[in-house]
């Protein structure tokens, strides 16, 4: 399986924080490379994660090339990554700071760092919810796009292997 | 960039500064004094050697204090912060958080409310990497503190050197172990680095009894390298 992990990141330090823990756990599933947003994608990748911090930095939001998602095999947006899937399927974003380790309807936790979310009634409307934090959908999937509100690498590590696997 | 560094001496705080170095101009050294050994937030035992690095590296140090109460410990740690911004125009926060989500978490929240950037190079670097990271930059850190079984007085003083890495793998393997201490089983002091001008010798005493035990340090030198 060749994965292609897409940093939304302002600065290439961040990579270490947002990234690179990324990279570490799916290379147990195939092949990975990394790229910035602002460099070209690769489109035969059999599955695509962009993820970034969504706390300062939100350049991404005005800079990311939406159009070159048409072509992109399975996605799942992390935190700015969801902000960006958000904004493909012109779901607004709300503000919102959701920054800490929160538990999950099913029990389980999740950390999340995000200071602005895609509006909740909307994705309720227009997305199957996978995942809700109290009233909150904050997993969520439509086609072969998954939006994660929340850090799976740090804590649900099982929502990545899902996704890798597709179990979800 | 501008940036402070969120700075103990210990071996994180450390070499996340290296890391920042080569991305940001460090501006300032930002250190919290607690009061309170068993801080959440804050690592205590040889605190006061971040003055000694602030000179060996010509980093000015902007310190705080605090009682180091839950939470109170924060209030205090967002105005050192705000001075640190204040005095040296730093635009991000570096810390040495590796797991904790406390720490990690507690930091961002005080950086949005400063509308500052926060980085945190070592976030879930695998222990081995980071101790190798150590290794491959050159930064000399000696353990002044053990708060677990099996590491003991012999311990207390010892180089985190290639040796000491490969017998703390043994006991990771065989006690369970962290390798960079991330549980609480030691404290570090960073002794030696590339951004020393000079290297730093101490006189101790060991105070140790039932797997805990930290240095008292008698003398700090600074000598030529």
């Known amino acids: 399986m060749k994965i292609q992990i897409i940093s939304t990141c302002a600065f290439k ?20 490379f990394k790229v910035h947003y602002k460099n070209p994608l690769d489109k035969l990748s059999d599955k695509t994660i962009i993820s970034g911090t969504a706390i300062k930095d939100f350049g991404y939001l005005t800079d990311f090339p939406l159009s070159k ?4 095999g399975k996605v799942l947006g992390i935190c ?8 493909y399927f012109k779901v607004p974003l709300i503000e919102k700071e959701l920054i800490g380790k929160f538990r999950l309807n099913d029990g389980s936790y999740a950390f999340f760092l995000i200071t602005r979310i895609p509006d909740p009634k909307t994705i309720e409307k227009e997305f199957d919810v996978l995942a809700y934090m109290e009233d909150l959908p904050v997993l969520a999937k439509k086609g072969r796009f998954y939006l994660s509100l929340f850090h799976p690498e740090v804590l649900n590590q099982k929502i990545l292997e899902d996704f890798l696997l597709d179990n979800i | 960039m501008r940036v402070g560094v969120l700075y103990t001496g210990g071996k994180d705080s450390h070499l996340a500064l290296a890391i920042a170095r080569d991305y ?4 300032c050294l930002i250190t919290l004094y607690s009061e309170n050994e068993e801080s959440y937030m804050f690592h205590t035992p040889g605190i006061n050697i971040v003055e000694v690095h602030s000179k060996l590296m010509d980093i000015p140090l902007c310190i705080g204090k605090t009682k180091g109460e839950k939470e109170k410990e924060l209030l205090d740690l967002e105005r050192t912060i705000k001075k640190a911004i204040e005095l040296y125009g730093i635009k991000g926060i570096v810390t040495g958080a590796n797991r904790s989500i406390y720490q990690n978490t507690r930091i961002q929240r005080i950086c949005k409310r400063l509308d500052i950037w926060s980085f945190n190079p070592l976030w879930l670097m695998p222990e081995e990497e980071l101790v190798e990271e150590l290794l491959n930059r050159s930064i000399k850190a000696l ?10 007085d ?6 985190l050197d290639k040796d000491m890495i490969t017998l703390l793998k043994q006991w990771k393997e065989k006690y369970q172990i962290s390798l960079i201490g991330e549980g609480g089983e030691f404290e570090t002091m960073v002794i030696d680095s590339p951004l020393f001008k000079k290297k730093i010798e101490l006189e101790y005493d060991k105070i140790y009894e039932n797997y805990s ?3 008292q340090i008698k003398s700090i030198k600074t000598v030529d390298k």
């Open chain 1, 80 to 87: 700015a990554g969801a902000q960006i899937l958000a904004k």
């Open chain 1, 13 to 32: 330090i961040l990579e270490r924080e947002f990234v690179d823990p990324l990279v570490r756990f799916v290379e147990k599933y195939g092949t990975v």
């Open chain 2, 143 to 152: 353990i002044i503190a053990v708060g677990a079984w099996p590491l003991d």
């Open chain 1, 69 to 72: 998602l048409d072509k992109l």
């Open chain 2, 213 to 215: 035990g930290r240095i």
């Open chain 2, 154 to 159: 012999k311990v207390l003083g010892r180089e």
């Open chain 2, 24 to 27: 940001f101009e460090v501006s």
